[in-house]
């Protein structure tokens, strides 16, 4: 008998971005002169979607689209997806764009230059079902209505890591994300009364999986750093892809995703290389 495998919605924000590799951050006062400009679809929680939605796993994205030409651009590319959902809230107004600036060492950072309506973002008209997957990728308290609805109705529930920092979150099964997305000194442990689990990338260092069965420390690939852009999404996508092929000890997910993140750090791009191109993945013939 084969099980039926859960059905994933990811609920976030899609971005156009503008990608400016320079030879060093901006000064103020200073001058800094482009080396590349790139320009492509981006944003974390649509880069995780389309991610896991190559892994033979069906996959919903909840977002909200700007009616104007970005829009209608970044419509285009989900629809070309492996994506097999879409709800999508359209909104007057600009779609998120963003400033990603890239240094020599691959190092990035990200300016918004419009748009955000985190808030337009619900899943009330989503059809979750007990035992679909539902990941909130950058948390926001504005998703508190609906991570409560998704527990209601008997989803497994991830959160972006900002959660710990929400004491209104009472609970989600996984909490997911980079340790910059919660202040220095911030201690998972102290947090596993409200989270099952909790998983914390930490760029060269790897990552943590923090649970009551202990930590889980899965070290970084080498690779060789043209753009960090995407690597925490390639790394959630391939911890989601493996939890939701049944392999959910924690070993396995963590190593596909520092395994994808390597692959999405030596590439100029923001989302990740479909599953089935990416060698070395720990337990892919277990999952996919």
Request: net charge negative; aromatic share 6%.
């Amino acid at each position: 008998m084969t099980l039926r495998l859960p059905r994933l919605w990811v609920v976030g924000v899609m971005a156009w971005d503008t990608v400016l590799h320079v030879d060093s951050f901006p000064v103020p006062g200073g001058f800094t002169p482009k080396l590349r400009r790139l320009e492509r679809a981006g944003g974390s929680a649509a880069n995780v979607a389309q991610a896991v939605a190559t892994a033979d796993l069906e996959t919903g994205f909840v977002t909200v689209l700007g009616r104007d030409a970005v829009g209608a651009q970044l419509h285009q590319t989900l629809r070309t997806s492996e994506l097999s959902h879409l709800h999508i809230r359209w909104v007057d107004g600009e779609s998120n764009h963003s400033l990603v600036l890239v240094d020599r060492e691959g190092d990035r950072t990200v300016i918004a230059l419009a748009g955000d309506e985190l808030d337009s973002i619900h899943v009330d008209e989503v059809p979750l079902d007990a035992g679909d997957i539902v990941i909130f990728v950058v948390w926001d308290t504005s998703f508190l209505p609906d991570l409560q609805r998704a527990i209601a109705a008997g989803c497994t529930t991830i959160v972006g890591l900002g959660a710990l920092l929400d004491d209104r979150v009472r609970h989600a099964d996984i909490a997911f994300g980079s340790h910059v997305d919660v202040p220095p000194g911030t201690h998972p442990s102290d947090h596993l009364n409200r989270f099952d689990r909790i998983v914390m990338t930490n760029g060269a260092d790897g990552a943590r999986q923090y649970s009551a069965e202990g930590v889980i420390h899965q070290p970084a690939y080498p690779a060789e750093v043209v753009d960090t852009t995407g690597a925490g999404d390639a790394f959630l996508a391939g911890y989601l892809a493996t939890y939701a092929h049944g392999l959910r000890g924690g070993e396995e997910a963590l190593r596909n995703g520092a395994r994808w993140a390597s692959v999405m750090v030596s590439m100029r791009a923001s989302v990740p290389p479909p599953w089935r191109t990416v060698s070395g993945l720990a337990g892919a013939e277990h999952s996919v």
